[in-house]
């Protein structure tokens, strides 16, 4: 079984990939070769970031990046991430400096 995962830029781009059971969102978009930002691939760093727009996913590992607030207003590591129903969730690096912002702008 797997699930849709549409994937959205604030530049307007839009990429849907297939999210097999078992796999991280970041596994999937890897496998694709799209290229959504990501680092310590455990959910410690937060340079993965999404915002889950709509549909049911799940973390299958502590999401150590994200405080809890984060987490209730939809934000999800999507390295540590596996998804329970299609799902569309904002990318980019953009979402990330929604919670970290750069001090040096």
């Known amino acids: ?25 970041t596994d999937a978009t890897e ?4 290229g959504i930002p990501y680092g310590c691939l455990y959910g410690a760093c937060a340079t993965c970031t999404g915002r889950l727009l709509e549909g049911g996913l799940v973390h299958v590992k502590r999401a150590r990046g994200l405080k809890p607030q984060h987490r209730q207003d939809g934000y999800v590591l999507l390295c540590v991430a596996e998804p329970r129903s299609d799902c569309r969730i904002e990318v980019g690096a953009e979402v990330q400096a929604d919670l970290v912002p750069n001090p040096w702008k």
């Open 31 to 34: 496998r694709a070769g799209l």
């Open 1 to 25: 079984m797997s699930h849709e995962v549409t994937l959205e830029w604030r530049d307007g781009r839009e990429a849907t990939v297939n999210v097999r059971k078992a796999e991280t969102v």
